[in-house]
């Protein structure tokens, strides 16, 4: 069984789900218009199933989502990770935030510590991201991060644009993480 690591940047903790975090989750998943853009919003029963199964995700890979925590006040914002259900082509870097902390860049900054996780310590290769044509807030995101239109697929039944990422040792991404790129 893999534990989550904890995962520090200048604004933020990362670390692995916990129970007192399903409440905020079960927020985003029934009430949150951005659930539109990645296949719907969701019962209560479907974000306990997806939280769940985001652990079994951690023990199954060791990754998975993250849990994006706000340092000065220890307010879950959103979860950032990477993960890799069946049938997908390959490791995906995906983000979530939770209503009220968008235009932030938690995200950006989230999604930064992640790859680098992802690429140094786990060894994967450059990740991709599959974006919902319509979501353009995270296709902006994704091309803040560096990362390019690779193809257009049906993956789960929906049509998404895979962006693929950097390195995580890209020139451009350490200028990014020396704050020369914002």
């Not at 786990?122 to 994704?142: E, F, Q, V, Y």
Request: contains cysteine; aromatic residues 8%.
């Amino acid at each position: 069984m893999t534990p989550a690591p904890t995962l520090t940047t200048a604004r933020l903790t990362l670390r692995g789900p916990q129970k007192r975090d399903l409440a905020a989750f079960s927020a985003m998943v029934t009430n949150s218009v951005r659930m539109d853009a990645v296949g719907g919003r969701g019962t209560a029963d479907d974000a306990w199933r997806a939280f769940i199964s985001g652990i079994g995700h951690w023990h199954w890979h060791g990754y998975g989502f993250f849990m994006v925590i706000e340092r000065a006040t220890g307010i879950a914002t959103g979860r950032v990770g990477v993960i890799n259900h069946i049938d997908w082509p390959q490791p995906e870097l995906a983000w979530h935030m939770f209503d009220g902390f968008e235009g932030r860049s938690y995200a950006f900054e989230a999604a930064c510590a992640v790859r680098e996780w992802a690429g140094s310590t786990l060894g994967l290769a450059p990740l991709i991201s599959m974006i919902a044509p319509k979501n353009t807030r995270s296709i902006a995101l994704a091309t803040r991060l560096g990362a390019v239109e690779e193809r257009r697929e049906t993956i789960d039944g929906e049509n998404v644009i895979i962006f693929r990422h950097l390195s995580h040792n890209d020139p451009r991404v350490i200028a990014q993480a020396a704050g020369a790129i914002a």
